[in-house]
């Protein structure tokens, strides 16, 4: 290992979330966005937005390091806002505050389910695993309907039982919705990487939660 990356500093890998009780902020793959929390779940309250956009790898750590400090508005976008001396785009937005999510995302990445729960959206998809018959017994089953109800003979084939996933994507309706969900995800977070569909919406239906 090189020294170089004994002193790397620590940064936000791509696809991942940091977050602080003032900041959050997400990195994709050619932008960061970055969220204040300062306003969250509030009536009334505004959230600024900061994105920059292009090769956000170098000011990563950066923001890392502002989010983590909990930098004031001013900071942080005076930081941000130098990015466009790189040749990067800022662009700045605000939020009301009761879009915001004040905790953190829950995110499930399981088997048959995946998605992530916020207090103001859940948005989530569903895998069923479906089997069908091989190709030579269905083959035989629709001769023998067009026979009549004679079963002919049909020759041994080594084909194996199809097997396919069908995802279904489900959404609550309203943030009031999201927020019963969430609450929900957080006292059954050991169950959410195998729960079914049919088993979510039996849930949600008795805790009054909508979903699309």
Known sequence: MTAANDTAAPTIALGTTVESTTWRAHRYSDSIRVTSLRGA?????????????????????????AVEEGANVE???????????????????EKRGVDVAARPAIEVHGELMHGTFTETAARLSFTAIH????????FARGLQMLDGGAAPAVAAQH???????????????KRADAAKAYAWAQANAARLPTITLAQFRAEMAAIGARFS
């Open 41 to 65: 779940g509030k009536v009334g309250k505004r959230c600024p937005e900061f994105t920059v956009m292009g090769a956000v790898e170098a000011i990563a750590p950066a923001v890392l390091w």
């Open 75 to 93: 900071t942080m976008r005076a930081m941000l806002a130098d990015v466009v001396l790189a040749g990067l785009e800022f662009y700045e937005s």
């Open 159 to 173: 084909v194996k039982a199809a097997t396919f996933k069908m995802d279904t994507l489900v959404c609550a309706t």
């Open 131 to 138: 089997h069908a018959a091989p190709f030579e017994t269905r």
